[in-house]
């Protein structure tokens, strides 16, 4: 059983938007304000703390903001909000505790929750709750149902040294309790602290101390009525108790320490590790979704991948388990948030989930305002992209998770994505923004995806960019460009391929117009270019040739410069294969002796034109 679709209307940045998720874990990525938690507060509304403690609650400040000038509306906008849940399972029978949630599919139960603001002058909102899709006179007849779904929620941490060591102690409380199984249990141990705490209070120091205050007790309350006193615990509860707990680490071997003489990385790693411990409750629920915001938090890369190979064995393990004769399922979800590129392609791409936040004009305003001129207003909202729902086949998953796991790249993280053949192309992009940018333009191109792919074969990333959610109906990519060289180089059955024009046709066939994907190639391939833009950059292209080939580097470029010009390209880029000097190094000396030279290299016109495209603004991905 598990978590399959969130219907999510109304809902703060989610005016109207369907969220796929599925077993395991699912990674939600995205800018910030792109809605990532607003998700996971979704989900925290629609279940039932695993410890029964809710602390979040639906208010009027939710409601969608529609964007709509000193508080008017249009008719358009929403007035109330509904949060729907869907649910699943591979084995139908999971589900049999839930025949009056039972979708019109008959495949799938579903829980809606809506919720009214408070009317004018009321305090509060209105709150209903419906099982399944028909409409019947009792909307939610067995509530019980729904509650054996649950979550554990794990907030940003951004000092987890505080919280395990803060006064109130309220996660050390929980954690305790669980292993209390009942109110037995909990008396026996609290009468186990009290005992204790009595031995404490008999230690010499202490009735020493006592002894000095009764004297003067005695001295000051004879003459009336005569008082005594003495040192002791007041009765114990669980809260006293964690209060007073501190837990603490070292490295082993090394012998505890308090949490505040180690860093804030294994700090959190032990918070998020009382908090899954809580997990061993998930068997008192059909399904527990373990929500994860931001685990990145002060980890390195290698302590984030071997988090998420915890997170997914959580699940595996849950999902396997055989729960037959058992009153529970005990499933374990998992939904994590992130902005980390080692969290995000630590899952398999179809795990992923894309986030935006996108912008829609509204009607301008009929209204007066304070200018007296109609305001034309934009609604923020976001949308999700499964790459699960692009449709794309085994191969072409097969070799984005590859190239994923290999860069750690932010390929899916922005919505401006600049796809490039190879290393040199990837170190000469924001050396050459800043030739040919204004500084608005280049900070956008920072805030562009530049991914080097290590070939030709463009194809699968721009299906994943571009390919449309079957969902949703949204893409990844808003604007999305490809460099890449002309082909002079025929194939082993003597063909020429057009690269551009193939490169057009797929465009063409995901639907992508020239507001939102474009090919910018050069005739031949990149050096060869860098040398046909202006005669100063053959200076330069000299030179760095000589540092790659101290001893032959003269007479390699003496011999090219005597071939006529037709000819000059083709030996150029034969010349980096022959004699192995490596593209990406040669770029990074052409870029040293511009520096050293101050002479800055002439950007050729397909190279500068891709940039000024990528970074000219982003369309809504239509």
């Avoid at 729904?146 to 940003?156: G, S, V």
């Avoid at 998770?401 to 600049?418: D, E, G, K």
């Avoid at 551009?500 to 995901?510: A, G, H, S």
């Amino acid at each position: 059983m598990y978590l399959c679709q969130l219907e999510l209307k109304g809902f703060r940045s989610l005016a109207d938007e369907t969220i796929t998720l599925h077993p395991g874990v699912t990674v939600l990525v995205g800018e910030n304000n792109a809605g990532k938690s607003n998700v996971m507060d979704a989900i925290r509304h629609l279940t039932a703390p695993l410890d029964g403690k809710r602390d979040i609650h639906l208010r009027a400040d939710d409601l969608h903001r529609d964007g709509c000038p000193d508080g008017r509306h249009h008719d358009s906008c929403r007035t109330d909000i509904e949060l729907s849940a869907r649910y699943t399972s591979e084995e139908p029978h999971d589900l049999a505790l839930y025949g009056s949630a039972l979708a019109d599919d008959g495949t799938s139960v579903v829980y809606h929750l809506a919720y009214a603001p408070p009317e004018p002058g009321a305090q509060r909102g209105k709150l209903t709750w419906r099982a399944g899709d028909a409409v019947t006179t009792d909307r939610d007849p067995e509530p019980a149902a729904r509650e054996r779904i649950r979550h554990l929620y794990l907030p940003p941490l951004r000092d987890a040294q505080r919280e395990l060591a803060s006064a109130s102690s309220r996660y050390l409380h929980g954690f305790i309790g669980g292993f209390l199984l009942d109110q037995k249990e909990v008396d026996s141990f609290l009468d186990d602290v009290g005992e204790r705490f009595g031995q404490i209070a008999e230690l010499t120091p202490l009735t020493q101390a006592a002894d000095s205050v009764r004297e003067r007790l005695i001295e000051l309350t004879q003459g009336a009525h005569t008082q005594d006193t003495g040192f002791g615990y007041s009765r114990p509860t669980l809260p006293t108790v964690a209060r007073s707990l501190r837990l603490r680490l070292e490295e082993e071997g090394m012998g505890l320490q308090e949490i505040s003489e180690s860093g804030h990385g294994y700090a959190n790693l032990l918070f998020m590790a009382t908090l899954f411990a809580q997990l061993r409750n998930a068997a008192e629920a059909d399904l527990t979704l373990l929500l994860v915001e931001e685990p990145e938090a002060h980890l390195h890369p290698q302590l984030q991948s071997i988090l998420m190979d915890h997170l997914q064995e959580e699940a595996r393990r849950s999902q396997q388990a055989d729960t037959s004769g058992q009153e529970w399922l005990g499933r374990i979800q998992v939904v994590v948030t992130t902005h980390a590129p080692h969290i995000a392609t630590s899952v398999p791409p179809e795990d992923l989930v894309v986030l935006q936040r996108r912008t829609t004009p509204l009607p301008p305003s009929t209204g007066e305002t304070t200018t007296g001129i109609p305001v034309q207003a934009k609604k923020h909202h976001t949308t999700s992209i499964a790459v699960r729902n692009l449709d794309l086949d085994a191969r072409e998953l097969g070799k984005v998770r590859q190239y994923l796991n290999a860069t750690r790249s932010t390929m899916l993280f922005s919505p401006r994505v600049l796809l490039v053949e190879g290393i040199a192309e990837g170190i000469l992009v924001p050396a050459f923004g800043k030739l040919v940018l204004d500084p608005v333009a280049q900070r956008r191109l920072r805030g562009t995806a530049v991914v080097p792919i290590d070939g030709v074969d463009f194809g699968p990333y721009l299906k994943v960019l571009l390919k449309r959610d079957g969902a949703g109906g949204q893409r990844i990519g808003q604007r999305v460009a490809v460099i890449t060289d002309g082909d002079f180089h025929a194939t082993s059955d003597g063909r020429v391929p057009d690269r551009r024009k193939n490169l057009n046709e797929l465009l063409e066939e995901l639907t992508a117009g020239e507001d939102v994907a474009y090919v910018f190639a050069n005739e031949t391939t990149l050096e060869p270019e860098l040398m046909r833009a202006a005669e100063g950059n053959a200076e330069i292209l000299r030179k760095a040739w000589a540092c790659q080939r101290p001893r032959a580097g003269k007479k390699d470029w003496r011999e090219l410069m005597e071939l006529p010009d037709g000819q000059r390209d083709t030996r150029f880029a034969k010349m980096f294969g022959e004699y192995k000097v490596r593209k990406g190094d040669f770029a990074q000396d052409v870029l040293a002796v511009s520096a050293k030279e101050d002479v800055p290299v002439v950007v050729p016109g397909y190279f500068e034109r891709a940039l000024k495209w990528i970074t000219e603004g982003v369309t809504d991905g239509r």
